[in-house]
């Protein structure tokens, strides 16, 4: 009679029906401070960050993600078949977000390290931990000398037959620390070069154009930051 009680309890504390009991109180200030920390990322992102565009959009995602999180960790950790139950979806949805930069992973994957902090109940060692990633990053990682500006893409398109490429090639690198060609294409009525380009740290661009203009004045020719996705 004692085994079959001993496993009939076993089998009960094992059982999916069975959900553990939340103290609401610790719940609800876990995601205060969820939400809190949240929006401090947020912030941070927006201000710090070196992404050249979507910074508002992706910011404001940032304390939802979070959110969303704490919640579905909060529900998972309190029974079993429900976390069953979320690996078998999470097997069949993709997520497709249009990340152009590697840094916007990076502030979201910290996004949902704080929800699962939270809701696991780590605030001590979440708030730490977050709070000196965020330190690390601003004395550190942040520094807006190294995210000035080095490459620009230089799209060249002329028309005048008898200009060679490397006669631009050679005005060029009077102005410019270093040029890679990445692209050039010959067509019936023009041609275009796209090129990397360094330009030099007293770069004159007006001088530029001028000598540019000198070898073909139908010459065309675009600057635009090198990391942007158009």
Known sequence: MENNTYISDFIQSWSFNSVQQLDISSVLVNFF????????????????????????????????????????????????????????????????????????????????????????GQVVV??????????????????????????YNMVITWSKKDLKFNDIINIITDYVNSVKLIRLDYHASDFTAVLLVSPQEEYASDNLMVDLKNLDDAIKVSFYEAKTNW
């Open 126 to 151: 979440t708030t730490v931990i977050v709070t000196l990633i965020m330190v690390m990053i601003y004395f550190w990682l942040s520094n807006r000398d190294i995210a000035r500006t080095l490459e």
């Open 33 to 120: 401070l969820c939400v809190v920390m949240s929006f401090l990322l947020r912030r941070f992102y927006i201000s710090r960050s070196f992404s050249l565009t979507g910074k508002t959009h992706i910011g404001s995602i940032i304390p939802i993600l979070s959110s969303v999180v704490f919640l579905v960790i909060l529900v998972v950790k309190s029974s079993l078949a429900l976390s069953l139950g979320l690996v078998g979806a999470l097997s069949i949805v993709r997520f497709r977000t249009p990340i152009k930069e590697p840094e916007e992973l990076v502030y979201l994957f910290l996004a949902i390290a704080i929800g699962l902090g939270y809701a696991a």
